[in-house]
């Protein structure tokens, strides 16, 4: 499974930006796909996750403002992030999970600024 995560960059606070995650290869074994982000000195954190049974979950800081959503017939995920805040620059990491495994995408960095 490979994944590349895209749709990063410079917002200003309140504003909003959407990742993209393509995904290729053995996708059948992937049973959750999920955002993470990670600030310097800090644990990578789950943002929002979704299930292949359309289950979803989100961090409560972000809930109500960011949608994670897939493209099955383009084998993306997206994260549409809304109202963000300066709190919120960190690199954003798309990932896969399944069958006792985790892949990741090289990571996109957001930074919130004015």
């Known amino acids: 499974v490979q994944l590349q995560a895209f749709g990063g960059g410079l917002v200003q606070p309140g504003g909003s930006l959407r990742l993209s995650c393509a995904a290729s290869?053995?996708?059948?074994?992937?049973?959750?796909w999920g955002w993470y982000r990670q600030v310097p000195g800090k644990e990578r954190e789950l943002v929002a996750a979704?299930?292949?049974?359309?289950?979803?979950n989100y961090v409560d800081s972000v809930k109500g403002r960011f949608t994670i959503s897939g493209d099955n017939a383009n084998n993306t995920v997206y994260l549409q992030m809304n109202s963000l805040n300066t709190e919120e620059r960190a690199v954003y990491y798309c990932n896969g999970r399944g069958w006792g495994r985790d892949y990741w995408g090289q990571g996109t960095l957001v930074t919130v600024s004015s």
């Open positions: 290869g053995s996708l059948f074994s992937i049973d959750t």
């Open positions: 979704i299930t292949s049974s359309s289950n979803v």
